[in-house]
């Protein structure tokens, strides 16, 4: 892959991480939820957090 | 069971194994077998995670919940942006050997001593509390430790100072850090060693962390889900579930990413790990994914264990930041215990190494050396070999720090949970962000710019955030926080100008950056950048579209003994070592430097820059400076060689204008060579027609004569005659061609004498009286009775004068036929006018009439009445003597031919003249031309002769 579309698509993660870290999105999970006995924001914060890495792993080892 | 001295033993065999690792790595890269690789890079990026992450997250998220994930979260999404910014910063530190985070902006804005010596001020006074937390952690984990198996929270309360664990601590690591980091002199040498141990460190916390979390969730609770219900059930705890809960709200999270994004680029240890320690740039990609992938690892189990540490010791006799501690020693896991611990171990040492290592390498550059230079007492710059001293002022450097960090752990320990220490250094080297951003996207940021941004943003910082720690640990006046410094409200640390409602780091951070990006942007556009700032700034900004180090702009001129650059080099790297450098240099380049003496600008800039990796950018710049010959250009030489520049290049403008000028009137010569080999070639044709036409009559009558013998002889009178006018005509022809060719080359001769134009004229009519008696025409004389004579050739304006009366003569009126013949004296001119009645001429054929060979009339139909060729002779006769020939008409009205002469002769042709005319035989043989010039037949037999015209 073209080098230049790999830092595009990274800036383009970057601000998708910026948008699901932050509110407004962040506070539909910030709720008394619980998902298999942990908590909904965690569940939340966590899964995100991996598939963001997960995305940016798969842009730059593709 | 644990013992004292059991626990030191362990701790100084575990810092035995780093030190083989770090040996071993060093090694290893001494072999050229670099153990460097993308998953070790990743791994020492992860020197970012300290005791605060080991021992302070639980703390944090014991009192905010997910409040401590922020700081872990901004380095994730800044880590997806390395791509372009950690790569822009780490290729323009490799080309330009940088070596620590002041060093790169002083370097930026023009290797600016000051500018470096601020920065070092910065991140000293910025990071001592972030060393302060890490012997806090070790010395409470240590203190902890010492009781076990009891669960005792440390004293608090004044301990001795020879008493406290925290002195024998920071006195450890910081020999530690001087083994480890300060061994190379060199400081851009990358310290491979050090890193491996790094990496490994952070391999060691993670599997200690992981483990104690495993431990509390699966041993001492059923897994996450038994352990969150059971949190659940307590509302203090189950407020910790929703970011609402925990205060400090939505802008205080962002904040916190905000500020943990920067830190991560901009810390010093992270810098020094980032980009003075990477091997290879291509480490960079695997790191992106790999370092936040560790992030996410080591926090997977903050939360249980807080939560655990929260409903296990439910009466807060423990501090929540020792949870990770203290739940294995509460449940009797010996090994366990003393593996957190070596964690915990791990995390301060790897940061305290790679912090102090930073810092000091930035104390002694960009603080302590450029002063000791030019503190000319010292006779510093005099002395042979200063490495020695380098090398002293940086392990000083080291346990001056550490022992700062002391310092600030005495005055404040126990005041604060270890994260909020932390985030007070965080918001210190953020304010760099503005500088180093700014520096390497905008060309436009200045020295002065930098520098008013970096200190008014440290001053704030320095406000809202340092004065608190210190009022509140008793050593300023608490009046400083309440009502305000010297009773002013608005000075308020932590409501400052009023703005309330902020918790105190985001509130710092705010009005912190605003002056800080205000005072940079305003000062670089309110300034101007000085010749060596602007070349760097574009080595900076455009780093990417150079090739390597050698096209750098050189600004620099002048020479420098190359005798003289080895000593320089030699005091600073040590003689050996400035050997082998100049030797690798010659070897690349197939010098020899025997014959070498000079050297030239590559040769200082490469000088330099192995200096700049030693002393720093800007010290090298003056020392460099104290052995080359000439300074960098000021800006007035380089607006002098642009000036010179821009005159080249207009004399080259200039050049090709005046090429261009030549090429226009080379094209116009070619045009008018054609025109007249045209001209020539038409010449040519008429010659020859006109030639024809009695040459063919002369032979048919000719004919005529010879076949028939018996003609009567009247016919034959009759046919001779026409035969000799038709010969006469001929040698007229041919005369004529000759005269105007001679004349349009150059090449007639002219007899100059005084001659009064009214003789001449007399003359003329003379010799034309017998044509006016023949064709009765009436002739009408206006002379006046003298004229001043006129220097001329008589013969030829005679001949002018006979061309003209004979063509009126021949066109005027035939029943009434009239010539008038007018003579005037103007101002510098005298004219002669010959009018006719004839037909007149049309304005186009007044153009026409003076070119050869053109009569007005048909000459196919008509018979010639003429050569042609009379007026342009005679035009030509007029315009060599300066005068003018022309023709007014009106068609029906009859004409008029005026010539004028000057009363005063043309300079330049008299001499020429002159002297042609005293050659007698020429006279004579134009004189014989001279009588068959005249366009009609009639006038040929009044020949004219020499002696006449005396």
Not at chain 1, 16 to 42: D, E, M, R, T
Not at chain 2, 415 to 421: A, C, D, W
Not at chain 2, 630 to 644: A, I, K, Q, S, T
Request: with cysteine.
């Amino acid at each position: 892959m073209p080098e230049p579309i790999k830092g595009q698509r990274l800036v383009a993660l970057f601000l998708l991480g910026c948008v699901l870290f932050n509110y407004p999105l962040l506070s539909l999970f910030s709720q008394n939820g619980i998902l298999g006995g942990i908590p909904l924001l965690y569940i939340y914060i966590f899964i995100t957090w991996l598939a963001l890495i997960g995305l940016m792993a798969l842009v730059i080892e593709r | 069971m644990l013992q004292g001295w059991i626990i030191f033993l362990i701790s100084l065999a575990y810092i035995g194994l780093l030190f083989a690792i770090a040996y071993y790595g060093d090694k290893r890269a001494d072999a050229k077998r670099s153990l460097s690789s993308p998953y070790i890079y990743a791994l020492s990026l992860a020197v970012y995670c300290t005791d605060w992450t080991f021992y302070g997250s639980v703390g944090r998220a014991a009192s905010t919940g997910l409040g401590f994930l922020p700081i872990y979260l901004g380095p994730t999404l800044m880590a997806a942006l390395w791509w372009f910014v950690l790569r822009k910063i780490i290729r323009i530190s490799k080309a330009n050997r940088i070596v620590s985070i002041a060093d790169f902006i002083a370097s930026r804005y023009g290797k600016s001593t000051t500018l470096g010596g601020l920065v070092t001020v910065i991140a000293v006074i910025g990071i001592i509390p972030y060393i302060s937390l890490q012997l806090e952690g070790v010395s409470t984990s240590f203190t902890l430790l010492w009781r076990y198996p009891e669960l005792v929270p440390p004293q608090s309360g004044v301990i001795g100072v020879l008493s406290d664990t925290g002195l024998y601590v920071a006195l450890l690591l910081a020999t530690f850090a001087i083994l480890f980091g300060v061994r190379h002199l060199d400081a851009a040498e990358h310290h491979e060693g050090m890193v491996a141990a790094v990496a490994f460190e952070s391999v060691i916390k993670l599997l200690a962390f992981v483990a104690a979390g495993l431990f509390v969730t699966f041993g001492l609770f059923d897994g996450f889900g038994d352990l969150f219900t059971q949190a659940a059930a307590n509302p203090d705890l189950k407020a910790l579930f929703t970011l609402e809960g925990t205060g400090g709200g939505y802008g205080g999270w962002f904040g916190l990413i905000f500020l943990s994004m920067l830190a991560i680029m901009f810390l010093p240890r992270q810098f020094q790990v980032a980009v003075v320690e990477n091997v290879n740039e291509q480490h960079l990609p695997k790191a992106i994914w790999l370092f936040p992938l560790y992030l996410l690892a080591i926090n997977i189990f903050v939360l249980p264990i807080t939560f655990a540490g929260l409903l296990l010791f439910p009466h807060s006799t423990v501090d929540p930041d020792t949870f990770v501690l203290t739940l294995p020693m509460a449940y009797g896991q010996d090994i366990l215990t003393m593996f957190v611990f070596l964690g915990g171990l791990s995390a301060a040492t790897g940061m305290v190494i790679v912090e102090t290592v930073a810092l000091s390498t930035m104390v002694s550059n960009d603080l302590v050396i450029p002063v000791l230079l030019r503190w000319e007492g010292l006779r510093l710059a005099e002395r042979q070999d200063l490495s020695g001293l380098l090398l002293i002022i940086r392990r000083s450097a080291i346990v001056v720090i550490v022992l700062l960090g002391y310092l600030y752990f005495r005055l404040t320990s126990d005041l604060y949970p270890l994260v909020s220490i932390g985030l007070v250094s965080f918001a210190a080297v953020a304010q760099f962000a503005p500088a180093i951003l700014g520096g390497i996207y905008w060309k436009g940021g200045t020295r002065s710019g930098a520098l008013t941004g970096l200190s008014a943003g440290f001053l704030v910082w320095a406000h809202t955030l340092l004065l608190p720690s210190l009022a509140e640990s008793g050593w300023l006046p608490l009046s400083i926080m309440e009502p305000g410094p010297f009773g002013l409200s608005w000075l308020k640390p932590y409501e400052l100008f009023g703005l309330s409602g902020w918790s105190p780091i985001p509130h710092a951070l705010f009005w912190s950056l605003l002056v800080n990006v205000l005072g940079y942007i305003g000062g670089s556009l309110l300034g101007r950048q000085s010749v060596l700032e602007h070349s760097q700034a574009s080595l900076f900004v455009d780093v990417f579209k150079r090739s390597g180090e050698g096209s750098q702009i050189n600004l620099w001129r002048g020479s420098a003994s190359v005798t003289d650059l080895r000593m320089l080099l030699g005091r600073f790297l040590g003689p050996g070592r400035a050997d082998d450098l100049l030797s690798e240099y010659a070897r690349q380049r197939s010098l020899n430097w025997t014959e070498v003496t000079n050297a030239n600008a590559e040769l200082v800039n490469y000088a330099e820059k192995l200096l700049a990796g030693s002393i720093g950018a800007a010290s090298a710049r003056v020392m460099m400076a104290s052995v080359v010959k000439e300074e960098l250009l000021n800006m007035g030489e380089v607006m002098g060689m642009l000036d010179e520049t821009i005159a080249y290049s207009r004399q080259l403008e200039q050049k090709s204008q005046e090429l261009e000028a030549a090429t226009a009137e080379l094209r116009a010569a070619n045009e008018r060579l054609q025109e007249l080999d045209r001209l020539k070639d038409d010449f040519i044709s008429t010659v020859s027609h006109e030639l024809r036409t009695p040459l063919t009559s002369i032979r048919a009558f000719s004919e005529i004569l010879f076949d028939n013998p018996d003609l009567d002889a009247n016919r034959r009178s009759q046919f001779l005659s026409i035969i000799l006018k038709e010969n006469e005509r001929l040698t007229r022809l041919i005369n004529q061609v000759l005269d105007l060719s001679k004349i349009e080359s150059g090449n007639a001769e002219w007899y100059v004498s005084e001659i009064d134009l009214i003789e001449v004229i007399n003359e003329s009519l003379q010799t034309t009286s017998q044509l006016f008696t023949e064709n009765e025409i009436d002739l009408q004389l206006d002379l006046p009775d003298s004229v001043p004579p006129l220097v001329a050739d008589r013969d030829r304006i005679k001949q002018v004068l006979l061309n003209l009366l004979s063509n009126a003569i021949k066109f005027c009126d035939h029943s009434a036929g009239w010539v008038g013949v007018r003579l005037q004296v103007k101002e510098e001119v005298i004219q002669v006018d010959v009018s006719d009645n004839g037909p007149g001429i049309s304005e186009a054929n007044q153009r026409i009439i003076f070119d050869k060979f053109r009569q007005v009339g048909d000459t196919m139909t008509e018979k010639p009445q003429g050569t042609g060729l009379g007026l342009p002779i005679s035009r030509h006769i007029i315009a060599h003597f300066g005068g003018e020939l022309w023709v007014t008409s009106t068609l029906g009205r009859g004409a008029t031919f005026s010539f004028t002469l000057p009363l005063e002769p043309p300079l330049g042709w008299q001499n020429g003249a002159a002297e042609i005319g005293q050659s007698d035989t020429n006279i004579v043989v134009r004189s014989e031309l001279l009588g068959q010039e005249f366009g009609d037949q009639r006038v040929a037999s009044h020949r004219t002769q020499t002696g006449e015209q005396n």
